[in-house]
C-alpha cells in the first residue's frame, strides 16, 4: 500500500544571515517525501520538472526508495524556481523572485498503481489541483492536506471542497486565524474542524504544534537547536515525517497522531540544521529516534511534588 504525495518540485535560492546557496532541491513534493521514506515504503512522488532538472537530485530521490513514476520531466522546460532572504529573526523572509516556468501548467497525473493509495498528502499547490488529484484516487482512506494564505485569500471555494475530503489539515497560526477570522486558536480550531477535517494541525514555528481532535489537544513542543541555518522546507518535512510514520504503523487514534506529530518536529529539526535539503538526506533511524525520545523528554516531568 503505497503513500502517495503530490505537490511542487523546486530549485531554491537561498540567502541567510550565514550563507547563500543556489539552484538547491527544494518544494513541498521533495521535503515531504524524503521525510517520510525514513518510515515507510513506497512512497510515490507526483511533481513536474524540466529538462534543466540535475540528475543527482533525481539520483537522491531514487536512492530514498521513492517512487518517481509519477514524476513528469518537461522536455525543454524549466524547473520551478524560488529566491528567498532571510533576516536575523529567521521567521521573516522576503521572496525575491518566483519563477513558476513548467509549474504553471502542472497538471497532476496519478499513474495507475498510485491511484489505490490509501494514504495521501496534498502539499502546498493550488486547491483545484488538489481536488483533480483527489477524483483521480480509488477510495483513499486517509488524506493530510497542506495549504497557505493565498490559497484562502484567492481559492476558498476549492479550498472548502478539499477540506470536506481531508481527514488531517496542517497549517500555521496565521493561516488559522485567516481562515476562520479567529484572534484565538481554540476556536479557531473548532470552525476548521466543521469545516470537515478530523483532525487538525497548527504549527507554531519556534514555539512548536498543537494537534486538535473533537475531543483532545495536543501540545507539542519545539527542539531547543543553538544553530538553524535555513528554514525552508521545515514544514513540508514535518509533514513528511508526520505520514510517514502514521503510514508506518497503519494505526490513525490519536494517541498514534501524537507519535506522528513529535516524529515530524523532529524531522523538521533535522532540516532547519542545514541548506536545502542537506539536513534529511543522509539520516539513519536511530538518530531518528533518538530525537524522538528527546522531544519526549522535554515536555516529561514528575507530577509527584507537594503543591
Not at 14 to 35: C, H, M, Q, R, W
Not at 193 to 215: C, N, Q, T, V, W
Request: glycine fraction near 8%.
Amino acid at each position: 500500500m503505497a503513500l502517495l504525495v503530490v505537490g511542487s518540485i523546486a530549485l531554491d535560492t537561498v540567502e541567510t544571515p550565514f550563507d547563500k546557496i543556489e539552484n538547491a532541491l527544494g518544494g513541498s513534493t521533495t521535503y515531504i517525501s524524503l521525510a517520510a521514506s525514513y518510515f515507510t515504503s513506497p512512497v510515490h512522488l507526483i511533481g513536474i520538472v524540466g529538462e534543466d532538472f540535475n540528475e543527482k537530485y533525481i539520483q537522491l530521490l531514487e536512492d530514498h526508495g521513492i517512487d518517481l513514476d509519477g514524476l513528469q520531466i518537461v522536455p525543454g522546460g524549466k524547473t520551478f524556481r524560488w529566491g528567498g532572504k532571510y533576516h536575523y529573526d529567521l521567521n521573516i523572509r522576503d521572496t525575491i523572485f518566483t519563477e513558476l516556468n513548467v509549474f504553471e501548467n502542472f497538471n497532476p497525473v496519478i499513474p495507475e498503481k498510485s491511484q489505490k493509495a490509501k494514504f495521501v498528502i496534498l502539499g502546498n499547490i493550488q486547491p483545484n489541483l488538489q481536488l483533480h488529484v483527489l477524483e483521480q484516487l480509488l477510495n483513499p482512506q486517509f488524506v493530510v492536506t497542506d495549504t497557505m494564505n493565498l490559497w484562502i485569500e484567492t481559492a476558498l471555494e476549492d479550498l472548502m471542497k478539499v477540506l470536506k475530503q481531508t481527514n488531517v489539515l496542517i497549517i500555521n497560526d496565521s493561516e488559522a486565524r485567516l481562515l476562520t477570522n479567529e484572534h484565538n486558536l481554540i476556536r479557531a480550531a473548532k470552525e476548521i474542524r466543521k469545516m470537515g477535517p478530523e483532525y487538525l494541525i497548527i504549527k507554531k514555528g519556534e514555539h512548536g504544534a498543537l494537534l486538535f481532535s473533537e475531543d483532545n489537544i495536543f501540545s507539542a513542543p519545539a527542539y531547543p537547536l543553538e544553530d538553524i541555518f535555513d528554514p525552508t522546507g521545515a514544514g513540508d518535512a514535518f509533514a513528511g515525517g508526520f505520514i510517514g510514520y502514521l503510514h508506518s504503523v497503519r494505526e490513525l487514534d490519536f494517541e498514534s497522531l501524537k507519535r506522528a506529530v513529535i516524529y515530524g518536529s523532529a524531522m523538521a529539526s533535522f532540516t532547519v540544521e542545514k541548506f536545502s535539503t542537506k539536513g534529511i538526506e543522509d539520516l539513519n533511524k536511530l538518530q531518528i529516534h533518538d530525537r524522538f525520545i528527546e522531544f519526549r523528554e522535554l515536555s516529561r516531568f514528575d507530577d509527584a511534588g507537594k503543591f
